[in-house]
């Protein structure tokens, strides 16, 4: 199986980039309630945990050995993936960052997201699986300066004004979590 | 150093100084003291069924591996090469015949004995082996299925150091006919605080909850917690918190999960899952403890448990300033394995490095670590003689019991706390 992506035109690469652009202007702007209107109303939003695991001897002198997809809890797992959120949750976090008495968002963070590297792995009917990587540099009074890094692996619903996003799952680079919350919009 | 511990607690516990949550001295007597001498959780059964089974764990902050010998039993050893020291096992979890030292290649069986030493053929005087395996923690208990270890040799048994604290426990695990299990690799997340203050928030702090959280938790929610909740000490240091409902409350307002989100949107099949488990609860925990609802516990001293947030959870310190806290989702063992994976969510959905309620928490806790650290207001120790000397004994529960805005779970946590490294002061 070929591991590069589709071959798309420039035109639809650009239409790919605004969509995520846009998505990330809205969340470090602290937009959340329109960045939620970017989602579709079933959409699964996944965070897996990420495990030291233990090297399979048989696999040696392959790649798969040591494959990043053997590291992840995931949704289908019997572990704990941080997050398994549908639109209610995701609506719950978005709201309580308008509420006076959010007390670890007062004073707000703030963000500044790079969405990269975004390509798009195949496509269906009227769906697109995409793969994009962002650095989010996280700033609040009383916390460490910190870096998130990761990769978002998405399936976005082509509608006729754009996209939207039917379930994402976001693979996050860290081996111990010193970061201050897994609970931000990636 | 220039504090004693006699200046930092006062007598009833009421004024606790800043000095015990930031002071690098306080800490060294923190660990002879407490995690030198104290049963210390370190894993489920659930997690190391299979004889070569193993999993990481922490005494304190000394690397521990948890392991299913060949022989069927369970073992505790350090995780440090007899050679110079290195880690000899480096992944969360798994199955292995042997654990081999990165550094010169000395091989450990997965009780801890040391099988090889690759050099050995080249010299002439060969050393002992046998003398050679991996330090052992010395003592190793568990009780229906939790694992504990401790250093100290002399240490009174499990069930007697757990003691009352069993019968609210088990109004949580025998809910269960097959117990309880353990869901993968714990979350482990590291938050600049003290390791006591995410202990003392599980032991008895229920009333934060209308005041930090009151983004997330309803009014009507909390109000009814502070009017049906009790809060019991069993031993000092030991400590739950639970709503105590009413005869005849209706099933879905007294059983287990009900009030979590994987009952919320699980739908049918979960709801009648945990409808199931309470019909029996009666039968298998007696009729005051079916009736309870929990909260939070904490076993002394450093073991939390979340009653509907399904969590066990260990702070790990790492200094004064900073905790390596880890938390597991534990599920009914009995449960298919697609309403495991939804009960899961109630503990990570609100708790944990992701949780919508804990990142609240957290925030709280690494601020109150840099109130501890500040100068000049030693003359200003904590308050902690909310509900003084309010709390008594029950007709039907073991343990002091009171209201929980009473803070007699802290003052007790710290009496024993300073019992325990005025017995290795001066000592240094
Ligand atoms: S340090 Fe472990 S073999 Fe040398
Ligand atoms: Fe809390």
New binding site residues.
């Given amino acids: 199986m070929s591991t590069l992506s589709v071959e798309v035109s420039p035109e639809q690469q650009r239409q790919l980039e605004r969509f995520y652009f846009h998505e990330a202007r809205l969340l470090d702007n602290r937009q959340y309630l329109q960045w939620l209107t970017l989602l579709s109303e079933d959409v699964r939003y996944i965070i897996p945990s990420r495990v030291n695991v233990q090297v399979n001897n048989r696999a040696r002198g392959q790649e798969d050995m040591i494959s990043i997809e053997h590291e992840l809890e995931g949704e289908d797992s019997m572990g704990c993936p941080h997050r398994e959120e549908g639109y209610m949750l995701l609506m719950l976090r978005a709201e309580r960052a308008y509420k006076i008495n959010s007390w670890s968002e007062n004073p707000p963070a703030r963000t500044r997201r790079i969405v990269g590297n975004i390509e798009l792995m195949a496509q269906g009917s009227d769906t697109l699986s995409v793969l994009s990587n962002f650095h989010l540099y996280y700033a609040r009074p009383g916390s460490d300066n910190i870096l998130y890094s990761g990769q978002r692996r998405d399936t976005l619903l082509s509608q006729t004004d754009g996209f939207c996003i039917v379930r994402r799952e976001v693979v996050l680079d860290y081996a111990a979590i010193e970061l201050p919350t897994l609970g931000l919009f990636f | 150093m220039g504090l004693t511990i006699r200046d930092l607690v006062n007598e009833d516990a009421s004024l606790i100084s800043r000095r015990c949550w930031s002071d690098k001295d306080v800490y060294a007597l923190e660990k002879r003291g407490i995690f030198g001498k104290s049963w210390l959780f370190l894993g489920h059964e659930s997690q190391i069924r299979a004889p070569g089974d193993f999993v990481q764990a922490f005494m304190c902050e000394t690397p521990i591996i948890l392991s299913r010998g060949q022989d069927g039993d369970i073992y505790a050893n350090i995780n440090s090469?007899s050679?110079?020291?290195?880690p000899?096992c480096r992944a969360d979890h798994g199955n292995t015949k042997r654990f081999v030292?990165?550094?010169?290649?000395?091989s450990y069986s997965v009780e801890g004995n040391l099988m090889t030493i690759p050099q050995e053929s080249e010299v002439v005087r060969k050393p002992d082996k046998t003398q050679l395996g991996l330090k052992r923690v010395p003592r190793v208990e568990s009780w229906r299925g939790m694992i504990f270890g401790s250093f100290d040799e002399a240490i009174i048994s499990l069930d007697d150091y757990l003691g009352d604290m069993r019968f609210y426990l088990d109004a949580f695990f025998d809910r269960f006919p097959a117990g309880i299990e353990f869901m993968g690799a714990p979350h482990r997340w590291v938050i600049n605080a003290n390791w006591k203050l995410p202990v003392e928030n599980q032991l008895g702090d229920v009333n934060h909850g209308a005041c930090l959280h009151s983004a997330i938790i309803p009014a009507e929610a909390q109000q009814l917690i502070e009017k049906l909740g009790h809060s019991v000490v069993t031993t000092p240091g030991h400590g739950a918190t639970f709503r105590l409902m009413p005869e005849n409350t209706p099933v879905d307002d007294v059983a287990w999960g009900m009030e979590a989100v994987g009952a919320i949107f699980g739908g049918d099949e979960v709801q009648n899952y945990l409808r199931e488990i309470q019909a029996q609860a009666r039968e298998r925990v007696g009729d005051l403890r079916a009736r309870m609802k929990g909260l939070t516990y904490g076993i002394y001293p450093n073991l939390s448990f979340l009653w509907s947030n399904t969590s066990f959870k260990v702070s790990h310190p790492r200094g004064p300033g900073k905790v390596e806290y880890w938390s597991w989702a534990v599920v009914p063992a009995d449960a298919p394995d697609n309403i495991k994976k939804i009960l899961r969510t109630n503990y990570s959905s609100f708790f944990g490095p992701a949780g919508i309620l804990e990142q609240e928490d957290s925030e709280v806790w690494a601020q109150q670590f840099l109130g501890s650290n500040i100068d000049f207001a030693d003359d200003r120790p904590y308050y902690y003689g909310l509900g003084l000397g309010e709390e008594k004994p029950h007709p039907d529960m073991p343990g002091l019991v009171s209201v929980t805005a009473n803070e007699f779970y802290a003052r007790h946590f710290f009496t024993r706390w300073k019992n325990d490294l005025q017995a290795v002061e001066g000592s240094l």
């Fill in positions: 090469c050679h110079r020291g290195l000899v030292c990165p550094y010169h290649n000395w």
